[in-house]
């Protein structure tokens, strides 16, 4: 199913709202392992996420990071705001792959 540009927009507002609300909450672990997320895809999540929150130099550290287990978690609320920008148009992995190789 795709959605219309319409409907993303909307996606997109409603995970910002979540997010802002979520972003309060004393637990903001979201273990994307649990959630049909690859080991390695968390690492390529977890990275992007911090490059599109602009801490590239974060990014560049974790990337040589071997221990994949590190990257199960990631803060729910960003990860919100990451994907309401990606489904606006916002972001996307391949800009953010090149900043954090460019380093």
């Given at each position: 199913?795709?959605?219309?540009?319409?409907?993303?927009?909307?996606?997109?507002k409603?995970?910002?709202?979540?997010?802002?609300?979520?972003?309060?909450?004393?637990?903001?672990?979201?273990?994307?392992?649990?959630?049909?997320?690859?080991?390695?895809m968390?690492?390529?999540?977890?990275?992007?996420?911090?490059?599109?929150?602009?801490?590239?130099?974060?990014?560049?550290?974790?990337?040589?990071e071997?221990?994949?287990?590190?990257?199960?978690?990631?803060?729910?609320?960003?990860?919100?705001?990451?994907?309401?920008?990606?489904?606006?148009?916002?972001?996307?992995?391949?800009?953010?792959?090149?900043?954090?190789?460019?380093?």
């Amino acid at each position: 199913m795709v959605l219309t540009k319409i409907e993303a927009r909307l996606v997109a507002k409603l995970l910002r709202l979540a997010a802002d609300s979520f972003s309060n909450h004393t637990c903001t672990d979201f273990n994307l392992l649990e959630n049909g997320v690859s080991s390695k895809m968390a690492k390529e999540i977890n990275l992007d996420v911090l490059v599109h929150g602009g801490d590239d130099d974060a990014a560049l550290e974790l990337e040589a990071e071997d221990d994949l287990a590190r990257f199960t978690y990631i803060d729910d609320w960003c990860l919100m705001y990451y994907l309401a920008d990606r489904l606006d148009g916002h972001s996307s992995r391949d800009t953010a792959e090149e900043k954090w190789q460019q380093g």
